[in-house]
């Protein structure tokens, strides 16, 4: 009998000896498979410094982004903007109505031209009554009496057609980025503008945001920046997207105001205004009837 209970005492250690050797080889290899699906996922950096590229009225600001690591495409890339303003040392994400350009119903009785005719369909119009023509008419997304702008979409130079939004226009945020590959974000547009009235005549900074509707149409919002005036504007942006693994935020991009100017910062990167737009000044003269400016 005794001898019949040592044999069943073995077997009994040898199946618990072999369930736990499974248990452990089974966690070890669903550990290794959870690791190499992670090791495959895409890492993205972003440029180390803003792209300008310039036009004859303007300067445009985009992010490049590039992946670095990883096995697998990333697939719907979507970027996300968030918009926080400094006055004072006193950091908010409500932008101050100060520096948002204002919406205003437009007078119809003055409407002679084409461009004007579209306004009569939509009813409103900027604070430039129209003459800027930098939005083609379709005024900024942002409601005027609640500024905000919270992990917003931004448009990718080469976008994805993922559908229609207002009006049928195409929607312009979200890309496919290939291993190895790059891809570039617009940010924002730079203006001076010199806005002639019959009353008088001001000078400003003007920052076209742009939207997932690209960046001829519906910016995001549009900023006036006094040329004096102390105010910084933080743009902070983040990208989502399947197979990441993890999702990217890039450096402050930063309106910060120094010196007598506005200067982009970035990183290590910083240049004033003055220095980027080399010149450029826009007009926009009220007292007479215009077309409307180039870019």
């Known amino acids: 009998m005794s001898d019949n209970s040592g044999l069943i005492i073995e077997l009994i250690k040898m199946i618990a000896s ?4 499974g248990l452990i080889s089974a966690y070890c290899t669903n550990r290794f498979a959870k690791q ?6 895409a890492v993205l950096e972003f440029f180390p410094e803003p792209i300008l590229h310039k036009f004859q009225c303007s300067v445009r600001v985009y992010l490049g982004v590039k992946y670095v690591e990883g096995e697998l495409p990333v697939f719907n890339a979507t970027s996300y903007l968030t918009i926080e303003t400094e006055v004072n040392g006193r950091r908010s994400k409500e932008i101050p109505k100060e520096i948002v350009v204002k919406k205003e119903s437009f007078c119809l009785r003055t409407l002679e031209h084409f461009e004007d005719r579209l306004r009569i369909v939509r009813d409103r119009t900027c604070y430039f009554s129209g003459w800027c023509m930098f939005c083609l008419g379709k005024t900024y997304l942002v409601p005027y009496h609640s500024p905000e702008v919270e992990w917003e979409a931004l448009p990718w130079t080469l976008p994805i057609n993922v559908g229609d939004g207002l009006e049928g226009d195409k929607y312009n945020h979200v890309t496919h980025i290939p291993v190895g ?4 974000l617009a940010v924002f547009d730079i203006y001076r503008i010199k806005m002639i009235k019959p009353e008088y005549e001001e000078e400003f900074y003007l920052i076209k945001v742009h939207s997932e509707y690209g960046c001829d149409i519906r910016p995001r919002i549009c900023l006036k920046l006094p040329l004096h005036n102390p105010v910084n504007v ?8 399947e ?7 890039s450096p402050e991009l930063k309106i910060e105001y120094k010196d007598g100017d506005y200067f982009l910062s970035y990183g290590d990167f910083s240049q004033s205004f003055s220095d980027i737009l080399e010149g450029r000044l826009c007009t926009i003269d009220l007292t007479r009837r215009a077309t409307g400016v180039r870019r």
């Open 18 to 21: 072999g369930a736990v050797g």
């Open 36 to 41: 190499r699906e992670i090791e495959r996922k």
């Open 181 to 184: 590959g790059n891809a570039k």
């Open 234 to 241: 933080i743009f902070r942006i983040r990208i989502g997207g």
């Open 243 to 249: 197979n990441l693994r993890e999702t990217p935020e």
